[in-house]
C-alpha cells in the first residue's frame, strides 16, 4: 500500500543535540510539507518541498532544517538552534497538479520531547 | 495572508445527535480548495470532507456534510447520527496553489 512513513514514532533529545526525524513516502507525490502541532496551536508549517533539490521556509522554520534529495524522502533536522523543541510533527505529501483539489496524505507523526 | 479560524476550542454532542463545527476564513482569492480533516486519538490526520470553491453544491460524505457560504467565508461541517468514534479533533483548512493553511482545530467529545 501507498503512504507516508516517519520514524521514529518516539523521539528523545538532549539539550544541545541535533536531531533528524525520517519522512518517506512511496505515493509519487510531488511536494513534501512538514508541520509542528503543539496543543491550542494547530498546524503550523516548518518547511516544504515541491521539487527535488529545492525547499522554501514555512511560518516558523528557525531552528530547523531540511534536505530534498529524493523525491521520495524529506528528512527534517531539528538543531540546537530551535529553543522549544518539544512537540508533535507531522510529515505531508501531495500532488501539483493545476486545479488539483488533492488535500494532503499525512504520516503518523513522531513525537520529539528534550530531556 | 490567508487565515483559518475555528472559534469552537470545544464542544460536545450526545451519541446519535448532529452537531456542526464552525469555520471562517479570510482570502482574496477566488479559487481554492477547503477541507476538514479529522485527528483521533492516534494522532493520524484524515480527510474527511473537501470542498472545491468555485462548486456551489455542499460537499456530502455519508454523515459528513458541509455548509460552505462563499461570500460569508464560512465552511461549516455538519456530523448527523453523531457515534463514539467521530471523537477527535477537527481541523478545517485552506489549500491555494502548495500550500494549506489549517485552522487551531475544535476538539469534539461524544456523550455516550
Known amino acids: 500500500d501507498g503512504g507516508i512513513t516517519q520514524s521514529p514514532k518516539y523521539l528523545f533529545r538532549k539539550e544541545g543535540q541535533n536531531v533528524t526525524l525520517s519522512c518517506e513516502q512511496n505515493l509519487n507525490h510531488d511536494a513534501m510539507y512538514w508541520y509542528r502541532q503543539d496543543p491550542g496551536q494547530g498546524l503550523r508549517l516548518i518547511y516544504y518541498?515541491?521539487?527535488?533539490?529545492?525547499?522554501q521556509k514555512g511560518d516558523i522554520a528557525e531552528g530547523y532544517s531540511v534536505s530534498r534529495e529524493k523525491k521520495e524522502s524529506f528528512p527534517l533536522t531539528v538543531t540546537s538552534a530551535q529553543k522549544n523543541p518539544t512537540a508533535f510533527y507531522l510529515c505531508?505529501?501531495?500532488?501539483?497538479?493545476?486545479?488539483?483539489?488533492?488535500?494532503?496524505?499525512f504520516g503518523s507523526g513522531t513525537r520529539l520531547t528534550v530531556v | 495572508a490567508q487565515t483559518v479560524t475555528q472559534s469552537q476550542p470545544e464542544m460536545s454532542v450526545q451519541e446519535a445527535e448532529t452537531v456542526t463545527l464552525s469555520c471562517t476564513y479570510d482570502?482574496?482569492?477566488?479559487?481554492?480548495?477547503l477541507f476538514w480533516y479529522k485527528q483521533p486519538p492516534s494522532r493520524q490526520m484524515i480527510l474527511v470532507i473537501r470542498?472545491?470553491?468555485?462548486?456551489?453544491q455542499n460537499a456530502t460524505e455519508n454523515r459528513f456534510s458541509v455548509n460552505f457560504q462563499k461570500a460569508a467565508k464560512s465552511f461549516s461541517l455538519k456530523i448527523s447520527d453523531s457515534q463514539l468514534g467521530d471523537a477527535a479533533m477537527y481541523f478545517c483548512a485552506y489549500r491555494r496553489d502548495d500550500k494549506i493553511i489549517f485552522g487551531k482545530g475544535t476538539r469534539l467529545h461524544i456523550l455516550p
Open positions: 505531508a505529501s501531495t500532488q501539483l497538479a493545476q486545479g488539483a483539489n488533492y488535500g494532503y496524505t
Open positions: 482570502t482574496s482569492e477566488s479559487d481554492y480548495y
Open positions: 470542498q472545491e470553491a468555485y462548486k456551489q
Open positions: 518541498s515541491q521539487i527535488v533539490n529545492d525547499f
